[in-house]
């Protein structure tokens, strides 16, 4: 059986960074992957329209653009009708922006990821976010993917869940 | 608390179970090509981000400081070297602008106001910068080994240091 394959010929992705360059080369990256379309933003409110006029497949947004955080368009997006709510959401986030990721997370992102993304973690991710079969969870207070998605124990932590004794994931 | 669980089929997902597309190893082949394509531009955009630091670095607006406006002005400029930096594997210019991006910040949070400290690592930068005559790798790790303990000296903690405490991918 030969290496396992990924087929983004008709993906399309939107992709939001406040920097031009930055925005060019991960577009390059992900024409090199096969992306089918890559549709790009600069700041929050273009993002806002082609999401809602292209339904994009996935989206990468940077943890901060110059008019608004990737928290609050992420919880945005999460309240948008389906299929839409459901969207993959990776976060870039630049080495300063470091501090904003938790947000992020919490908002409902699929994963974030530090800049500079290298075209293996890029790939390893998107492919990762392709294959993986994580709950989204949806709550008074969450909608997104579930954020326990690692397998085992929890760790230094007392057991509170039936699961975590077994090490399953819940 | 009502909680549901959803299992959406996104089209990434269906990618990852299409006929066709590229392997992991054509896939990065293929982005290594078309970013590769980019260090050009890449290292003149470097070289013009390096010239704005110096740039402000010359003229402290703010009482003999640097304003709020200047300071994130020279973030989203080191956010950009990062980035491009580590993209393109200047591993000692990359390290010295993620001092100066903690540094920065560092000073922000406390107050301090140490302009010399910025100037150092801006001049670090230029002498790290693509197309300056090479430092021997001794003289690169000396360089950075002081400005690393310009950060232990004021105490500012590492956003490297933050992003591994949350796992963030890198």
Redesign the interface.
């Known amino acids: 059986m030969g290496q396992p394959r990924l087929n983004l010929s008709k993906v399309r992705c939107l992709l939001a960074d406040r920097d031009v360059f930055t925005r060019g080369l991960i577009a390059q990256m992900l024409r090199g992957f096969g992306m089918g379309t890559i549709q790009m933003a600069s700041n929050g409110e273009q993002l806002r329209e082609l999401v809602t006029k292209e339904c994009p497949d996935v989206c990468l947004i940077e943890a901060a653009l110059p008019d608004i955080e990737a928290s609050e368009l992420i919880a945005w997006i999460r309240k948008q009708p389906e299929p839409l709510r459901f969207v993959p959401i990776i976060v870039l986030s630049g080495y300063t922006q470091l501090r904003l990721v938790t947000a992020a997370r919490d908002a409902g992102a699929n994963l974030v990821i530090r800049k500079p993304a290298s075209a293996q973690m890029l790939f390893d991710r998107l492919a990762w976010v392709a294959n993986s079969r994580r709950p989204f969870i949806e709550n008074d207070n969450f909608l997104g993917p579930d954020r326990r998605f690692r397998k085992g124990p929890p760790a230094k932590a007392k057991s509170r869940r039936k699961t975590d004794v077994t090490g399953e994931p819940a | ?8 089929r ?7 179970r ?8 054509e ?9 590769e ?2 260090r050009g ?2 290292d003149l ?1 470097i070289e013009k981000s390096i010239a704005t630091l110096e740039q402000i670095a010359a003229a402290p607006q703010d009482g003999g400081f640097f304003s709020p406006g200047q300071l994130s002005a020279m ?2 400029r ?3 070297i ?6 393109f594997g200047y591993r000692a210019l990359d390290a010295a ?2 001092c100066l ?1 903690d540094l ?2 560092g000073l922000r949070q406390s107050g301090l106001k140490d302009i010399a400290s910025i100037r150092v690592h801006v001049r670090t930068m230029r002498l790290l910068a693509p197309g300056a005559p090479p430092l021997a790798a001794g003289h690169q790790n000396r360089v950075l080994a002081e400005l690393t303990k310009i950060l232990a000296h004021h105490g500012f903690a590492r ?2 240091d ?2 591994d405490k ?1 796992g ?3």
């Open positions: 608390m009502k909680q549901l669980l959803h299992f959406p996104t089209r990434l997902s269906e990618g990852a299409a006929f066709g597309g590229v392997t992991r190893e896939a990065i082949k293929g982005a290594l090509d078309q970013m394509s980019m531009d890449a955009v973030l989203a080191c956010d950009q990062v980035t491009l930096a580590g993209t602008t993620c991006c920065l910040e956003a490297s933050m992003a949350a963030i991918a890198s």
